[in-house]
T-cell receptor, first 111, second 115 residues
């Protein structure tokens, strides 16, 4: 598959454990955030989003937490599965059409 | 199936030979964008378009051109490719509401090598 980053932070977890992936954003004016998952050889895929008037949002097995005080975003994956192995990106919407992506974190799930 | 289609998936070319990477979406999205992805640099926006005949520069537009003559198509043009444009390219599209982008759908990527 395509290499998406040779120097990415890597999180290694055991199958069945919970995963927490963190992201720091830079612009306090950003008011909308998205988590993307990118598997090898594929484009980024939308997972979950959150607006700045919320501090938590839950999806199926995923939860996003937003801490605006410290400009921090996290993605929690419950009962991590081998299919969750991928690179995860956070993105912030600063104004209008512009989405700015973070550098990404590689999640590796050990069977 | 709702999707963003890019072609080609892989391309090797020589310096200075003009090329076009096509992008088409079937979701009637207003917004379209091109990103390049490089190791250690993440996803960087090249150009974006908020509607037909409306395009704007992103973070790294030098050496690229785009056009948006139809809503569904957003080709990326490299008039004179150089080796530093070797990269993985993604096209993306999304609905726009009140000027806000609520998240892109990405294509599968085009791996470009310029020798």
């Amino acid at each position: 598959g395509e290499s998406v980053g040779l120097h990415l932070p890597t999180l290694s977890v055991q199958e069945g454990d919970n995963s927490i992936i963190n992201c720091a954003y830079s612009n306090s004016a950003s008011d909308y955030f998205i988590w993307y998952k990118q598997e090898s050889g594929k484009g980024p895929q939308f997972i979950i989003d959150i607006r700045s008037n919320m501090d938590k949002r839950q999806g199926q097995r995923v939860t996003v937490l937003l801490n605006k005080t410290v400009k921090h975003l996290s993605l929690q994956i419950a009962a991590t599965q081998p299919g969750d192995s991928a690179v995860y990106f956070c993105a912030e919407n600063r104004a209008g059409n512009m989405l700015t992506f973070g550098g990404g974190t590689r999640l590796m799930v050990k069977p | 199936e709702a999707q963003v289609t890019q072609n080609p998936r892989y391309l090797i070319t020589v310096t200075g030979k003009k090329l076009t990477v096509t992008c088409s979406q079937n979701m009637n999205h207003e917004y379209m964008s091109w990103y390049r992805q490089d190791p250690g640099l993440g996803l960087r926006q090249i150009y974006y378009s908020m509607n037909v005949e409306v395009t704007d520069k992103g973070d790294v537009p030098e050496g690229y051109k785009v056009s948006r003559k139809e809503k569904r198509n957003f080709p990326l043009i490299l008039e004179s490719p150089s080796p530093n444009q070797t990269s993985l390219y993604f096209c993306a599209s999304s609905f726009g509401r009140q000027g806000r982008n609520y998240g892109y759908t990405f294509g599968s990527g085009t791996r470009l090598t310029v020798v």
